[in-house]
Structures are given as C-alpha cells and as structure tokens.
C-alpha cells in the first residue's frame, strides 16, 4: 500500500483536510491553519458530540447524506472515525439505502466536486484528462457508467454516488487510505429521457453510446489508469450489462465486479453456513433464483463452484438451480432468445412444459433455497413460506433485494410463516424479532444480513497487499470461504450466517488474509515475504497496514517534532532562525 506521503503545502491556501480543531497549535502552525480555526484544541469525544448533534438535527435522511459528504470533505480523518464507531448507524446513510436516493437527486443536491467524471466527448485524451487526479499514489479505483444504479435505471452521471459511497466502505471497513482512492463516473450518455430534458442534469445529453463505442472508450480508459497507477485495482460497479468488460479486463488488469462476483461471494459465505447447519449434503439440495441477471448468475455460479468442492461433478452441482426471469423458468425450450450469461443454467428437463410464475416454478421444484436478487418487493408470498416449511425442517430463505422496500420478503414473515424454522439472510437490514412458535417457545430471532461489505473491501485491500497481477475466481471464492468462517462462538449460538456488522474491520482482516493466501496459490502474488509468514503474522502484518483514523492527528504530531528537532539542529550549526512553528517538543494530543 501507498505510504502517507510527508505534508506538502501544495498550495498558497491549506487544503480543507488539515482544518482540524484537534491539531495542535505546532500542527496548525506548519500547516498554515493557525488562527483560522478556533483556537481551543479539542478532544475526539468532542468533536463526536458536536458532529452527533449536528446530524440529529436534520430532518431528512438526505440531509444526513450532505452533512456527512460535507464532513468528509472538510475533515476526512473525523468522519472516519464515526463511521468505524458508529457503523451500523452511519454506514445507511453513507450507503445504500440512501445513496440510492442522493443518486436519483445528484444534479439536483450537488455541492462539491468529488472524484472524476470522463466523457464520451473526452475519447482519445482520456490519459492527459487522468494526469489532472491531484493524488500519485492511488490504489484503487471504483468505475461506474450509471446505467443500473441499484435497480433505479439508468441514472448517467447522477450515479457518482455509488463509486464515492463504495469508497468510503473500503476506507472505513478495510483501512484503505483515503487519498489512496478515485471515484469514477462515465459520462457515456444516458437512456432516461427525463434528465436528458432536465436543465439541472450535468451529464451530457446525448443518447447512451453503443456497445461498441463504449467497448472502445473502456479499452482507452484501462490503458491510461494502468499507465499512471500501475498496480491500480479497478472495481466495476452499476453496468446495466458487466459480463463483456470482465470476460475482456480480468485476464489482462487488476479488476473484479462486485455486483458479479463480490455479490456472489457475499451470498457464498452465508449459504455455505446454512447449508452446513440443514445437515443436508448439497447434492440433494434445490435453489430456486428469482432473478436472473447478472447479481443472480454471479452468486449461483459461485454455489456451484461449493457445491463441485464438496463432490459434485458441475453438471450436478449445476442441476441443483433452477432460475426465473421476467418470463418464467429459464428453460432451452421457452420460446425466446436467452442472454448468453442465462444459458448455463438454462433447464431441459421440463420435459416440454413451462412454469410462467414463481409460484409454479415453488410448487414444481420444491425447493429447499429460495433466492431473490429480482427487486420485487413481497415477491416470496405467504403461501410459498409456509409451503417450504411443511417439506423441508430448516428452509434457507435469503431475499436478497435492496432497498427494504424491494425485499422479497421482511425477516418478520420468513420466521412467522416457518414457525421460527428460516435460515434467512436479506440484502437489506432487517430489526430482531421475537417470535413464539406453535411449541410455546419464545425467543428473539436475529436478521443475518448479505451485506457485499463484507467481502468486497478486503478483496481490494487483499489484492493490493499482495500486489496481485489480476483477481483471480480462486480469489473471489477464497473471500466467500473466509466469511463463512468468520463467525465467533456467540454469533453462532445467537443463529447469526454473518459476522456482527460492527466487527467488519476484524472481519476484514481475516477476508484480506485469505484473498492473500488465494493468490499466493496462483501465482499472481508479487510480494514473496509473505509467503513466509504465518497467518498469525500476517494477520499482523494487514493491520499494520490499515488506515486508523484514530491515530492520524498523532502521527502527524510525531511528525511536525520530528521535523522541528531536525530543523532546530539544522538552525543552530547554520546560526538561521528557526521557523515558528518550531515549540518546545511536548505532546499536545488529546485524542
């Protein structure tokens, strides 16, 4: 990973970043902050409070959303420090959902330039348009055309919200320093008719470019981000079709999809422990898809790839899926011209007949998994609930939708409807619920949550520790395993499929390792010390390595003294005086 570079005033007035009220007066002096803040020195509690205060006040949730933009623009290392602190609180806002909304609203709420955006018009000076990114050392980068925001459509350049908020989860949940990042929207034209009309709107108006034209434009934009950074990791986010740039990138660049294979991963980690916990072997396991897009083929593939390491051949592992799209089961013979990424798991054994619905599709295969990834909010109903309840003990039920309101069903009906039976896990977060079953026995049931923040910022920081020449599916796998095995003792006795949400950071660490060790097996490492450590000592190792916002404004201090002794010594053998910000070394940290 990139080292902090050593501070630079980079220019005639201080960059936002080192108005920090904790600084100390040596601090503000050499960064030309003094007298510009107020001058009392403040704790972090402090400034927490006053932060917490500040966003209770505001009425709306996007509001929220701009306060927290504002705080992480104007004082970076405090914003993460809440958010690591309060992260099941803050990362809704950061987030999904609220990024969906803030998305939808980007011309409308824009304040501040944040990250790059790159247009069509720009073809053929792409790499001179990337050398005006203030930061040299970035480390990764999450690219989106905004054409398949979250389910809402296509949103064009209103869709820098995703690359930023998914920055920040790679930030605060896997250390990834923040100057280490870039956002990137391509304005690459847009299908919504309304904000090509809309006067507000700052992407250009032109009609979404063709497949080719942005194949073109992909292959130019690769090409430059390599030549400056070369050992970027590019993350490809909110394509309304991913699968051509990863089949054409992912042998030749340092990228992955999230919404292919993070989402996969993620789901692998929590099926992998439901399955273990039905004690049925996944040979005589069923999974029904409502969904079959590229978020559904990714994670089904990925079960698949689970179900050949526990014995299956993959045409067996692959006859336990059944997927549905908007037409029905996805069938050889339905009548219609499937998307080449459907074929695979396309059925022919239904023997002629096609089941139009969902609820035919249930009642045909029986399945002991239902899956959603469709955005169809109640699209599990009651009667399909229940009816996986009566055949099977322990039916695994993961609607996978976001946001709350595209759930294919609320945690609340998955354990109501099953008698407490579900192993459930949803997309979006759902509230414990007490539930008393037809026994008489009453206990508090907890939401396990596919949350991909759980794998897809340790698959980055992974990659980069180990400087991996590509991502491999080894790697991919590898992060999904690792989850799976995340869990503490308690979260397991409490029926959780996931780790508690505010141990991410840990949960990183062990994700990270094991991507590492993944690519060490492949042969795409090229860090060799670490082969050479233990997983102790490299988990060690990770965390040395990890952003802490905590320890910034005392790492800088060290730094201003160690600057000042230098400087002072220097002073004295030349007879020169020294500059003001030279004090009397002592500690004025109050964190």
Request: charged fraction near 25%; charge should be neutral; aromatic fraction near 10%.
């Amino acid at each position: 990973m990139a080292t902090q570079a050593p501070v630079a005033l980079e220019s005639s007035y201080p960059p936002n970043a080192y108005f920090d009220t904790a600084h100390g007066a040596a601090v503000r002096k050499y960064l030309r902050t003094y007298g510009l803040t107020p001058p009392r020195i403040e704790s972090y509690e402090i400034q927490k409070q006053r932060c917490l205060a500040q966003l209770a006040s505001k009425s709306s949730n996007i509001e929220k959303f701009l306060y927290l933009s504002g705080l992480r623009r104007n004082n970076v290392h405090l914003f993460y420090r809440l958010l690591v602190e309060n992260f099941r609180e803050l990362t809704p806002l950061v987030y999904t959902p609220v990024v969906g909304e803030a998305c939808q609203r980007w011309s409308e709420i824009y304040q501040q330039p944040e990250g790059m955006y790159l247009s069509f018009e720009d073809k053929g000076h792409l790499a001179s348009i990337i050398q005006h990114w203030p930061h040299s050392e970035v480390e990764i980068s999450v690219v989106t055309d905004g054409s398949r925001i979250l389910g809402l459509g296509d949103l064009g350049v209103n869709g820098m919200g995703i690359p930023i908020g998914k920055l920040a989860l790679y930030t605060g949940c896997a250390g990834i320093r923040p100057e280490a990042t870039l956002p990137l929207t391509l304005d690459l034209g847009t299908g919504n008719k309304a904000f090509r009309e809309d006067p507000l709107y700052m992407g250009s108006r032109r009609e979404k470019v063709s497949p080719q034209q942005e194949q073109e434009f992909l292959d130019e934009m690769m090409a430059a981000l390599k030549d400056r950074w070369p050992n970027i990791v590019v993350q490809f986010e909110d394509f309304k079709n991913p699968f051509p740039s990863l089949e054409r990138y992912q042998n030749k660049y340092t990228m992955f999809n999230d919404d292919i294979q993070g989402t996969g991963a993620v789901v692998l980690g929590g099926v992998k422990n439901a399955v273990e916990r039905t004690g049925i072997h996944p040979r005589d396991h069923r999974a029904v898809f409502l969904g079959a897009g590229s978020a559904g083929v990714g994670v089904a593939k990925q079960i698949v790839e689970y179900f050949m390491r526990q014995g299956l051949t993959e045409d067996e592992a692959r006859s336990c899926f059944w997927l549905v799209d908007t037409k029905g089961l996805v069938t050889n013979d339905r009548g219609d011209k499937l998307a080449d990424h459907k074929v695979y798991f396309s059925r022919s054994d239904n023997a002629g007949r096609q089941y139009r619905t969902l609820a035919e599709v249930v009642d045909y295969v029986k399945p002991t998994i239902l899956m959603g990834l469709s955005t169809i909010g109640g699209a599990f109903t009651q009667d399909m609930i229940r009816k996986m309840a009566q055949w099977h003990q322990q039916p695994i039920i993961f609607p996978l939708s976001n946001p709350i309101a595209n759930s294919e069903c609320t945690f609340e009906a998955a354990i109501k409807y099953t008698d407490g039976r579900a192993l459930f896990a949803s997309g979006s977060p759902f509230s414990p619920f007490t539930f008393t079953n037809a026994a008489g026995n009453t206990r508090t049931y907890h939401p396990g949550q596919g949350n991909n923040v759980y794998v897809f910022p340790a698959i980055g920081l992974g990659t980069i520790l180990s400087k991996a020449t590509i991502v491999t599916q080894g790697m991919i796998y590898a992060s999904g395993d690792a989850l799976s095995k995340a869990l503490t003792k308690d979260e397991v006795e409490r029926g959780l499929l996931y780790p508690d949400i505010n141990r991410i950071r840990e949960v990183s660490v062990i994700v990270s390792r094991c991507v590492i060790r993944a690519a060490q097996a492949e042969n795409v490492d090229c860090l060799p010390t670490l082969r050479d450590m233990d997983d102790a000592a490299l988990d060690a190792w990770i965390r040395t390595k990890m952003y802490d916002p905590y320890t910034e404004v005392a790492r800088l201090e060290a730094e201003v003294v160690e600057l000042a002794r230098a400087m002072r010594d220097t002073a004295k053998l030349s007879g020169v005086k020294t500059p003001d910000f030279i004090v009397e070394e002592k500690s004025e940290s109050r964190l």
